[in-house]
């Protein structure tokens, strides 16, 4: 790759970490131009909307790098390609990462094609990852910055996105991006991190889901079945959840705070139970939609995985059963295991890929 004759495309998105990227691909001589991206409609002016907010932090940041900074509107994309699976999701009492679908579809499909169609010959994103040519096989690696990497998100891209995608910060930890940004007096170097949904900001999950799913009540039972309170809806509990839950320390003797241990959709029940409960751990699970980066392996496959963001990596073993599937078998039993979010598989370092969970059992 000769820098000085590969046009690169940032995605900027007003971010600290996507800002020190294009820094960062400018000081190695590539020619940079950057892109923002307006994802979701709904709700523009309400306080939770940073758009506006998010636009000018890009665009001072633009302008101190002296660099071009276009706009696009993905929010059609960004509905139907990843908001009406999300609420598909929900519906069958699963819980969705839209954030797994939104790199996938958004950041690495719907701005690849529109920065080639700018003419750039690759795109780069802030994520904390790395992307290394092996011999022609594109490996997603973890970035360096254990407490930041962001393979688990990128589980999804393929051997096409990852050969055109750049990550500038996969060597560089948070603490030394943000003295990056300091120290060449970047406006938004103290800006705090986005934690909420992709692209759709912080804001009362409850309250941004009762918008677009009604709530229909049900019962939460214990382990025995027995009635304890009414919840507000499947699709506003997760499975390993205590807050929310609202039950009173006199339905019980024990003092131990509640948990949700499982959706029972049929029922239209929740089961909670108190405490670290046995109810609450499971050691296999089955996933379907498997997704792999380069080649798959051969199975059964001894490797890790991770079934939250942020977890440690689990030892485990994949075994292929029928059609799209898969079961996973940890060696030590996995607590809060949930249906709809993604298990991601590694190699040490390495992310293979992953699938979303199906079911949890023990065996």
Request: aromatic share 10%; glycine share 8%; proline share 4%.
């Amino acid at each position: 790759m000769n820098p000085s004759k590969e046009k690169i495309i940032v995605g900027l998105s007003g971010g600290v970490d996507s800002s020190v990227a294009a820094l960062v691909l400018l000081k190695k001589g590539f020619h940079v131009e950057a892109l923002f991206m307006k994802n979701w409609d709904e709700d523009d002016d309400d306080k939770y909307c940073s758009v506006a907010e998010d636009l000018l932090d890009a665009q001072q940041v633009a302008n101190k790098l002296g660099i071009k900074l276009h706009t696009v509107n993905f929010s059609h994309e960004y509905w139907e390609d990843v908001f009406e699976h999300f609420l598909s999701e929900h519906k069958k009492g699963r819980t969705p990462n839209p954030d797994v679908l939104c790199n996938q579809r958004i950041k690495f499909k719907a701005f690849l094609d529109y920065a080639k169609d700018l003419g750039a010959n690759k795109i780069a994103t802030g994520h904390y990852a790395r992307i290394i040519n092996n011999n022609g096989h594109y490996l997603l690696k973890a970035g360096i910055d254990g407490s930041k990497d962001q393979s688990y998100f990128l589980h999804l891209l393929n051997q096409d996105q990852l050969s055109q995608s750049l990550f500038p910060l996969g060597d560089l930890h948070k603490k030394q991006v943000r003295e990056i940004a300091l120290q060449n007096g970047f406006e938004n170097a103290e800006k705090k991190d986005s934690t909420g949904i992709c692209f759709i900001g912080e804001r009362p999950f409850a309250d941004f889901l009762t918008t677009f799913l009604p709530k229909q009540k049900g019962d939460i039972v214990d382990e025995n079945g027995h009635f304890i309170k009414h919840h507000h809806g499947l699709p506003f509990y997760t499975i390993g959840q205590r807050k929310g839950l609202e039950i009173g320390g006199g339905y019980s003797d024990s003092p131990e705070p509640w948990f949700v241990a499982d959706k029972l959709v049929e029922s239209n029940e929740i089961l909670a139970v108190q405490g670290d409960h046995p109810l609450l751990y499971h050691n296999t699970l089955v996933a379907d939609s498997v997704h792999w980066i380069d080649q798959s392996p051969a199975l059964p496959h001894k490797c890790s995985a991770k079934i939250r963001y942020r977890q440690a990596s689990q030892e485990c073993q994949i075994l292929g059963i029928d059609g799209d599937s898969i079961r996973v078998d940890f060696t030590e039993s996995q607590r809060a295991i949930t249906p709809g979010q993604s298990i991601v598989f590694y190699d040490r370092d390495i992310c293979l890929g992953g699938s979303v969970i199906k079911s949890k059992s023990n065996e």
